[in-house]
Nanobody, 122 residues
């Protein structure tokens, strides 16, 4: 599975962005998908995941502001980010995990896309 993330950019605090992650190479079917982020000087951290069946989970730091969704017909997963804060600044990466159940640990994901940079600054 090849993953291509896009949609990052510069946004002011309080603004919104939508990230996309397009999968190719083999069927998207049955994969759980996750979003992770890595800020400068920090370790990669979990943001959100969505199961094959559509169930979702979020990090406490983004709950209520971010929404993960997927369009299986388009082999694409999205991350809608609202009410962005400077501390959301990071490189955001998508990942795919064979099997229906997502997880918050990076070790559970077999496939990773290149990151897309999100900068929240005035």
């Amino acid at each position: 599975v090849q993953l291509q993330a896009s949609g990052g950019g510069l946004v002011q605090p309080g603004g919104s962005l939508r990230l996309s992650c397009a999968a190719s190479g083999r069927t998207f079917s049955g994969y759980a998908m996750g979003w992770f982020r890595q800020a400068p000087g920090k370790e990669r951290e979990f943001v959100a995941y969505i199961n094959w069946g559509g169930a979702t989970a979020y990090a406490d730091s983004v709950k209520g502001r971010f929404t993960i969704s997927r369009d299986n017909a388009k082999n694409t997963v999205y991350l809608q980010m609202n009410s962005l804060k400077p501390e959301d600044t990071a490189v955001y990466s998508c990942a795919a995990r064979p099997g229906a159940q997502g997880m918050a640990q990076t070790s559970g994901y077999n496939y990773w896309g290149q990151g897309t940079l999100v900068t929240v600054s005035s």
